[in-house]
């Protein structure tokens, strides 16, 4: 089925980075298989921070929580797919995961939320509007969280359609969600670091990615051991 931009076995395509590897739709993440039997296939969403702009492969906290899980915790057959865009907001997060229905067929679903401010506009080609755009000065502190809490209604609906597992988590700006829901309350990818050492002494030297923007691998770090912490036994 495909209306417009949104469909439910196609995923959009985006330009390869030529500065990270990305598969062939240009995500980060590897090529997408036709056979998918056996095991659990894990869809990650998010922004730039969950794409991870300025890091390596090894240093993104999607990458860092798979291979925790599979190392310490025996968590096995887990395909993960990373389908965070650059500049992506809650909007395009979830065109892109209802494409994923007959696709790639999510038993998990982890949400890392962007700003709330941002939207996707549709035009002859979509764009992503961040925080300077001109289209978003009509909106309002009101409009930017129930069109979040559309979304997040969005992704539930989807998953409980589909006998998905669901989990929150927020790259820059906490928002509280309903309590049932799976969520890293309170910490962020943004405010996990700076952190106390085991002396009780905090760690404050900067940490950014090497683009100089972004958060950089202790963010990342910390963030992947908190959704670990936190989320362990649901992740299988």
Known sequence: MIYGFFSDSE???FEPYKSYKTNSYGYR???FSKHLEGGKNIV????????????????????KLAKNLEDKQSIK???WWNLARPGGSADQMIRILYATEKFLFPNIIIA???LISRRERLDNDPQNLT??????????TNTDKNNFLRNVFLLEK?????????????AEEYMSLEADLNILKNKTLSNC???????????SEPNLARDGLHYGVQHHRVFAKLLEDKFKLKLK
């Open 158 to 170: 989807f998953a409980e359609k589909n006998k998905a597992k669901t989990f929150h988590c927020f």
């Open 29 to 31: 993440c590897p090529e």
């Open 11 to 13: 995923l959009p395509k």
């Open 112 to 114: 890392c939320w962007p």
């Open 131 to 140: 925080s300077n755009s001109e289209f978003l000065k009509i909106e309002t």
């Open 44 to 63: 990650v969403l998010g922004c730039s921070h969950t794409f991870g702009e300025g890091l390596e492969d090894n240093e993104i906290w999607v990458n």
């Open 77 to 79: 057959k887990l395909r």
């Open 193 to 203: 670091w700076p952190e106390w050492n085991k002396d009780r002494v905090i760690v």
